[in-house]
């Protein structure tokens, strides 16, 4: 392949291109960064929860000019967002690369209808939000907040917190993320039980010290003194933390979601959480983000939020473009991508 246009509407990324190492995976490779294209964050979510409603027309702003010329003459977008109804948009269009994990959001541009090919960024946030997940679990179990709250009050007030070590940890959902905080919990001296997608009887996993299939789940959470949810969001999904999970879980219990608020009743976590079931928990992210100042989790006891920002913006961008020059190798020699997401089954 003697040329090819790549178009970059996400400025984040801007800094990250090097276009020698462009030039040297395509002589003919022209790189378009501008007109600049996102969209915010609460699109994002209305898009993922509802791709094809009528919520996520009224939201979509109309493309400029500019931006439809550039989306028109691309080959390959690297990006965060592309617009609705991409095929009519893009029709030189062949992959988009993605930095994100999740992908509910580009289902409402349906590419499958124009044969692009979408590729994630699974595993390039990973490690700093296995990092976070670790610093969340460990707040809890070390009462941290009550350490942090006495402080402010000038209380000096003996407050002990339990051990980690010798705890079980379930970890739902064993990609990148999932994967990440299994290895970093492990040298904590816990036990580690898996749920993934892909399972077959006397399977076992690397990372893990016993894994599951997702018909097991309720199983590894009547075993788990702390659950970590990290599963994609999808229909197979949804509400998967009602009030049955959260009473299958210990009393005591730690819960963490590092994944898609669609994933847990948020009214059952409150009342888990209210009646003390649950000794704490964390989340990354909520059904409604922003999440709104009226919305009770703000008040639920022993809930630690956060606005969807477990990740790390140091390296993240560099980390991605390596991913796109993988991808970008692959694509020029005619190579399967990797991280491809089958949209229909959302992952």
Sequence with gaps: MDELVLYVPFPMLHPAIDHDRLAAICPGIEVVTEPTYDIAHHERTVREQDPFGDATRALAVALTGAQRAAFARADVVWTLDVPLDLSSVAPNLRFVQAIGSGVGQYVASRLPEGGIVLANGAGIGAPPIAEWVLARILQIVKVLPTHDANARAHRWESELGSNLQGKTVGIIGLGAIGREVARRARVF??????????????????????????DALHEVLRRSDVVVVAAPGTDATDDMFDSAAFAAMPEGAVFVNVARGTLVDEAALIDALARGHLRGAAIDVARTEPLPAADPLWDAPNLLISPHSSTSGEGYADRAFALLCTNLERFVRGEPLVNVVDLSSGY
Excluded: K, M
Excluded at 198 to 209: Q, Y
């Design 189 to 214: 001296g816990v036990y580690l039980l898996g749920v993934r997608r892909r399972w077959e009887p006397g399977a076992t996993d690397p990372d893990v010290d016993e894994v599951f299939g997702p």
